[in-house]
């Protein structure tokens, strides 16, 4: 038993280390990367001077504060229903929205569901007490993933309630593994958590986390449902489409477009409507090279509003901005979700399936539980290469009974598992984290 205490101590040191390695080289490698990267260099500039931008703002503050963070943009839209929820119930409440990635922060550093809304400070211990000395948080909110040793250490010494939502585990992870005692004690630092499912509360109660492990299931469904109930319609796209069979392909990689195109060339009867991952100019140029009767969509806008342009002279419509995707799943009579060829995995499939529209994708979607269970309900089907695209796809175009069962089931799973951000809403609640 001794033994085993000290292996277990030197792993710990040994990954805090590695840990306070990893946050000391971030930064630096942040900036290195900001001369050739965007992304990178957004990074960096979003955090000079941050904790004066934070300061400045919480100035005069004197309401109690609710902090979400959330790693990136995707994080975001799990977690807006709650935090839109608790805006209304608690207005007397100050929001805070963190980020780290610019992916959120620079998309929705204007929201107006939140009074404050900053990059994350990177991980340290005095980076953590001087965040919490200026926030005061009531109550700190993480999104699925995020874990992050010296702000959860601060936190759960200053008794701030914490919660993960839309929390999701898999035995793989180092929370699971014997020498993982380091990420197993950051576990230890939240007050509740609300996963997505069955096996990430088993594996849970597996390292003795047991109290406060409540199945809430994934925001994202909450979401989505919000997003097409408000729906309005985009004029130059229900132009494009005419009344015609449409194919909308969202986040798509090259590889996904590869798949796509050979079908799109055989069937000019059909409209694709393309809107990739990335939208940098390499990535536009190879669809347009690929889709060989291919517009942009900013250039189709232009010559709609100039009322220069018949619906029937382009079959592709290729997406050139960022903001309109779960829109356009709308008009589709089948989509594709891009990623599904690459090591990630596919990208957000319920904003498709909430159109009660059929939904396909690549081989690589098992570590997404809504992706596995809207495959076992008859509402997706997965592709494992190009022959599979066509006969499938064939077959949906061909057969309207078909197309419409599908969509029809896969509408029914979305609508079936809402109602996650109403459980922790209400957790709050009972629990009286918010009231003084």
């Known amino acids: 038993m001794g033994i085993n205490l000290f292996i277990c ?40 001077g941050i904790f004066n931008k934070i300061a400045t703002s919480f100035e005069h503050n004197r309401k109690p504060v609710i902090w979400m963070h959330c790693a990136s943009l ?7 229903p ?21 992916s959120g922060y620079e998309v929705h550093k204007n929201y107006n569901g939140a009074d404050f809304v900053f990059y994350l400070p990177m991980d340290s211990a005095g980076n953590a007490q ?26 759960k010494k200053h008794e701030v309630p914490t919660i993960l939502i839309a929390g999701i585990f898999r035995k793989d992870q180092l929370f699971f593994k014997w020498y993982g005692r380091f990420y197993k004690n950051l576990l230890q630092c939240f007050s509740a958590f609300f996963v997505q499912d069955q096996s990430s ?63 799109e060339k055989a069937n000019p009867n059909i409209k694709f409507i393309i809107a ?36 029937q002279k382009f079959n592709t419509l290729i997406i050139d901005n960022v903001g309109m995707l779960s829109k356009l799943y709308h008009y589709a009579s089948v989509s594709y979700i891009g990623g599904g060829f690459g090591a990630d995995g596919i990208h957000n499939c319920l904003e498709a399936a909430v159109h009660y529209k059929p939904v396909l994708f690549g081989p690589v979607y ?44 896969a509408g029914n799973f979305v609508h079936a598992h809402k109602g996650a951000s109403a459980k922790i809403i209400s957790y709050i609640q009972e629990k009286r984290l918010l009231t003084s």
Not at 90 to 99: D, E, R
Not at 291 to 303: E, I, T
């Open 82 to 102: 709650v935090l839109e929820g608790l805006q209304k119930q608690y207005p007397n409440h100050s929001i805070l929205l963190t980020f780290f990635s610019p």
């Open 9 to 48: 101590t030197i792993n710990h040191h040994i990954l805090l280390f590695l840990y306070n390695l990893f946050i000391w080289i971030y930064p630096k490698a942040a900036w290195i990367l900001g001369f050739m990267n965007p992304k990178a260099k957004q990074w960096h500039n979003g955090r000079i």
């Open 366 to 409: 098992d570590k997404y539980i809504e992706a596995v269970g809207l495959v076992e309900a008859g509402g997706a089907v997965s592709i494992k290469d190009v022959l599979v695209f066509e006969s499938v796809a064939k077959k949906l175009f061909s057969n309207e009974e078909s197309r419409n069962t599908m969509g029809q089931l």
């Open 276 to 311: 990739p991952h990335d939208i940098n100019h390499q990535r536009l140029q190879n669809c347009l090279t690929l889709y060989k009767n291919a517009v942009l969509y900013s250039d189709y806008v232009q010559q709609f509003n100039k009322s220069d342009i018949a619906p």
């Open 74 to 80: 995707g994080e975001f839209e799990q977690g807006r």
């Open 130 to 155: 001087q965040f919490l000395k200026i926030v005061k948080p009531a109550i700190a909110i993480f999104i699925k993933y995020e874990f992050w040793h010296y702000y959860l250490t601060v936190l």
């Open 201 to 263: 509360q088993s594996l849970l109660h597996s390292i003795g986390i047991k109290d406060a492990v409540y199945i809430g299931g994934d925001t994202r469904f909450d979401r989505v449902i919000e997003i097409a109930n408000a729906f309005s319609p985009i004029d130059p796209i229900a132009h494009f489409c005419n009344n015609s069979l449409v194919l909308v392909a969202g986040s798509t990689w090259l590889q996904d477009d590869e798949t796509i195109a050979h079908f």
